[in-house]
């Protein structure tokens, strides 16, 4: 198994964004939901136009837990998800297959993200990049730990904190800073 990091660099995140522009809106849309709601792939790819169309938030059963989770849609992105779902039907996958009715595969989104990062030169990167990105910027901006432990649905703060990989992050900042 590979493991995949964060984003931890805005620039990066912003050529990611304009890399996926130039292959599609649905792509681009994948990753921005992706790092603006933490929800796993299988979460993502799930949803439907109805879930978001003329919505300011999403309630879903997550695939993993089963439980029921309910998230606003950033306003930043509501915009662009109108454009990209208003002649599609309500009942159609919001992140539709080319060759089917059904969403795209996993294996599908993680091309996607794999291939616009590799343009870029963006190792250890993959679908679950997106969901710790979300976790990793969150805490960085509100430093609530608790929160994000809840959001995320994990048991520990440590586990929460390594997820994201803040706990061998800090731990390297703190020796740099360290001399006897």
């Given at each position: 198994?590979?493991?995949?990091?964060?984003?931890?660099n805005k620039e990066?995140?912003?050529?990611?964004?304009r890399v996926?522009?130039e292959?599609?809106?649905r792509n681009?849309?994948?990753?921005?939901?992706g790092?603006n709601?933490?929800?796993r792939?299988?979460?993502?790819?799930?949803?439907?136009?109805?879930?978001?169309?003329?919505?300011d938030?999403v309630?879903?059963?997550?695939?993993?837990?089963?439980?029921t989770?309910?998230?606003?849609i950033?306003?930043?992105?509501?915009s662009?998800i109108?454009?990209?779902?208003?002649q599609?039907?309500?009942?159609?996958?919001?992140?539709?297959?080319?060759k089917?009715?059904?969403?795209?595969?996993?294996?599908?989104?993680?091309?996607i993200?794999?291939?616009?990062?590799n343009i870029?030169?963006?190792?250890?990167?993959?679908?679950?990049s997106?969901?710790?990105?979300?976790?990793?910027?969150?805490?960085?901006q509100?430093?609530?730990?608790?929160?994000?432990?809840?959001?995320l649905?994990?048991?520990?703060?440590?586990?929460?904190?390594r997820?994201?990989?803040?706990t061998?992050?800090?731990?390297?900042?703190?020796?740099?800073?360290f001399?006897?």
């Amino acid at each position: 198994m590979n493991i995949v990091d964060p984003s931890r660099n805005k620039e990066y995140i912003n050529a990611v964004k304009r890399v996926l522009r130039e292959s599609g809106t649905r792509n681009l849309l994948l990753f921005l939901l992706g790092i603006n709601t933490g929800l796993r792939v299988s979460d993502l790819l799930a949803l439907r136009v109805r879930d978001v169309k003329d919505k300011d938030s999403v309630q879903l059963r997550e695939k993993k837990t089963h439980k029921t989770r309910r998230f606003p849609i950033p306003k930043e992105i509501r915009s662009f998800i109108g454009e990209y779902v208003e002649q599609k039907p309500l009942s159609r996958y919001l992140f539709k297959s080319r060759k089917s009715n059904k969403p795209i595969s996993r294996v599908q989104a993680y091309r996607i993200i794999r291939e616009a990062c590799n343009i870029l030169g963006i190792e250890h990167t993959g679908t679950h990049s997106l969901r710790k990105t979300f976790g990793y910027h969150f805490y960085k901006q509100t430093k609530d730990i608790a929160l994000l432990q809840k959001i995320l649905n994990y048991s520990s703060q440590d586990i929460t904190l390594r997820y994201i990989g803040v706990t061998q992050e800090v731990i390297e900042d703190n020796l740099k800073m360290f001399a006897l």
